[in-house]
């Protein structure tokens, strides 16, 4: 059985702009899917077009409906978000939005198109926010369908107030890999055994 | 004296849309201020080209600058977001990252360009989610240098897994009239105080 | 196999007060439950002595050791909070408190003694809160070990600024028994296929 | 005019326990308000039995009255609150459920007690999480009631998965100091022009 991963990075600047501390996080995610026999393609959000809506297709010029295919092809989705205040970016909430259509997109036993797949968050930030990024994604994704593994979480942030960008450490902290091989493991585990197994759908 | 106020409206829908929700419920805001002797100017987000980033410039194409001076030519800030799976929508957080910008925006007296503001939130959905959008949006707009006088925030929600929009609604309910009038009251009170005697700078 | 499930109703009020809609939330997913051939034990929090700290055992008339106990025999969790001010309660958030020495505590493998255990959320309130609590919840019950089937919240909340009780209403909306179903049905599944199938450990 | 704080410091530790670092950072916030001609008085409130429930007076043994009483008759309250797994903790979370009763104490112009406080936030950790924690407590304290100065918080976190505890810092980082004195400066400002000005009762 071979498993497709599909990381989205929501990071605010385009792929012509600066390097982004999101991708280093998702590079390093990608690495340990690898390992585990698992390929992770890797989509920059900012390059696309994603309309602002809650349907699977906003019309001219949105990009999303291809983005929506990749993420629904794939098995694992990894979602990336930068830290802003605090807070999740307006783009990884934009991806939010855009399957909030999901609640209406069912097969055939009734279960939302995203059911056996299973979700993890990458979190980066010069301080502060990774936990309520997490809660805020968590929620979000599984009320879209999605499942979730122990620990599905990277991250890193810098001291209070800090200035550091993740892309800039000379070296991965020992405790952000660790985060980094227990997300893989735990996600490619349980993405195999929900493979094999489907959920049950509703009669 | 007279006070100004400003209300963004981060409906993901643009003014040739179906009619707004959140509109609705500014609108009330925008009468009560009205009768405390307060013009509001109510701008539709969705209709502008806001760019993903932090600085209050994004560049060639980007519209936020025009609401940015709209905005602090104001001396009360009205946010409105619709809620989606429970938070605030991605325009609404579009707009605390462009007011991000502020930390590094100081006067001659080290205050942010903000300072000396009072924000207040409106907030709507079919079901569930108000006071997290509430939550998430004072820690911002208090980040970035806004007052918050006492129940800054008039709201609406239906009853959990609803379908009804505020818009549709017959009557305005007397609980969110309340909240409405409170929230005037109180910002304008404040902000008048404040405009008269402002915050300390840094020596 | 037969599966254990664990609810704990994290009420403010103990047996001795007044009735409980959470316990009415956790006693539907309960009845779920036992439909799919697990049976569900629940504890009334407020009944018992759980002391403040983050160890599994804070001394002296500490009655957390015996409810971890409980919790870690079980294959499933059920966490039902409350609503109080848009949050969980201070006792839903006490049991994750006490939670977080599961981060020590780890099996010969390295894995963190929760691991294998499904978690689901049961919430309540007047209105308006419900989603925010699932993410606080999923956020500290994942952080700690347990994993998240799709859609793993029942819940009910009244319209914004309502009194009605959980407990009160007349017939169980058929939105939220839907909500009950598909949160016993997917986490029953999950379980079974953990249980059979660990997650690997660390080397 | 003399002005009076009140400091909560929400620690899960007894003052018999090891140091706070809460409680640090609460003696730095006490002395820029002691320069700025404000007294703080600190209550540790884990040394107290505040039981659960929403009224003002839980009954027998009931320690929140004299608490409460103390919170009322002061002009600033600041609370402080430890973070644990990126939330507040439980003790913060009891004191805004028993805040939760100003709701219907209303003085004679239907305004609640605590109307004409200001507010303020603590928050220190190990790592990640006050911005989170900040929006928590935020948010209940203006729905009970509390006006929010500019930047309302001091606080500081570790690196991710850090495990320095801010009271064993040889030294108060220079930025920490910063918002330390923008806390009182700001603070201290607002309460004193509400407390000349009293925010307008419901007719």
Known sequence: ??????????????????????????????????KAGVKTQTIRLADFNIKPGV???????????????????????VLGSPIWMGQPDSISKRVLERM???????????RMVSYGMVA?????????????VCAELYQG?????FTLAPNAVAYWVGEAMGSTN??????VPKTVQKTVDMLARNSVHLAKLMKNNPFPGQK
């Open 120 to 132: 993890a968050v990458a979190v980066v930030g010069n301080e502060d926010g990774a936990h309520h």
């Open 1 to 34: 059985m071979t498993l497709k991963a599909i990381a989205l990075n929501s990071t605010l600047k385009s792929s012509e702009g600066e390097p982004s501390s999101t991708e280093r996080m998702l590079s390093l995610i990608a690495t340990a899917m690898d």
């Open 100 to 110: 909030d259509a999901f609640f209406d997109e069912m097969d055939d036993e009734g």
């Open 166 to 171: 993740f892309i800039d450490l000379p070296e």
């Open 55 to 77: 349907t699977s297709d906003e019309g001219e010029g949105d990009e999303w409906p291809g983005i929506r295919k990749k993420i629904l092809d794939a098995d694992i989705l």
């Open 141 to 145: 994704l599984n009320d879209v369908g």
